[in-house]
C-alpha cells in the first residue's frame, strides 16, 4: 500500500470521528485489530467490537468530542500520528487528550495502535492514556443517567 494510501485511511479516520460516524471509524479497523497501550498494559484488548464499545461511549458522554490531526509520519507500514481530542462531556467537565498513536497499516486498514495519548479529564485528574475498561463503563453510564 502506498503512502498516499495510508495517508487517506488517517484522513477518512479523522473525519469520522469528528463526524461521529462510528460505522465510518471501525471501517478503518481490521476485524482482528490490536491495541496496545505500553503504558499501561491491562488496558490492551483486540478486535474491532471493544473499538465499537469504546468509541461510541466516547461519542454519546462527549457530544462536541473534535480531534485535531496535528502532525502525521508514514514510514512503510508504520503511521505516527499526534493527535488532541477534546470536548466537553454531558456531565459537564471537559476532556483533553493529546499524544501520539503509532499504527500498523499493512494493508486497507488499522491493524494495531500503540498509544502514549494522555490528559487531563476535567475533574484534574490525570488520564495516562485510554481508559480502563471499568472507567469505560463508568463513562457509559454517566452518559445514560444525563
Known amino acids: 500500500m502506498p503512502p498516499s494510501r495510508r495517508h487517506g485511511l488517517v484522513e477518512r479516520l479523522h473525519d469520522a470521528m469528528n463526524r461521529h460516524d462510528l460505522d465510518a471509524f471501525l471501517d478503518c479497523f481490521d476485524p482482528e485489530y490490536r491495541s496496545e ?3 499501561h498494559p491491562t488496558r490492551s484488548f483486540t478486535g474491532r467490537e ?3 464499545r469504546n468509541w461510541s461511549a466516547v461519542f454519546e458522554s462527549t457530544p462536541d468530542f473534535r480531534a485535531d490531526l496535528l502532525r502525521t509520519s508514514i514510514d512503510g507500514e508504520v503511521v ?3 493527535w488532541r481530542m477534546y470536548g466537553t462531556r ?3 467537565t471537559e476532556l483533553d487528550q493529546r499524544g501520539v498513536i ?3 497499516i499493512p494493508e486497507d486498514r488499522i491493524q494495531w495502535v ?3 495519548r494522555t490528559g487531563m479529564d476535567g475533574r484534574g485528574r ?6 480502563s475498561h471499568r472507567e469505560r463503563r463508568r463513562v457509559t453510564r454517566s452518559s445514560v443517567d444525563a
Open 126 to 131: 490525570d488520564l495516562g492514556g485510554a481508559p
Open 80 to 82: 505516527w500520528i499526534e
Open 90 to 92: 454531558t456531565d459537564g
Open 114 to 116: 500503540a498509544s502514549t
Open 37 to 39: 497501550t505500553p503504558v
Open 102 to 104: 503509532v499504527m500498523g
Open 50 to 52: 471493544q473499538v465499537r
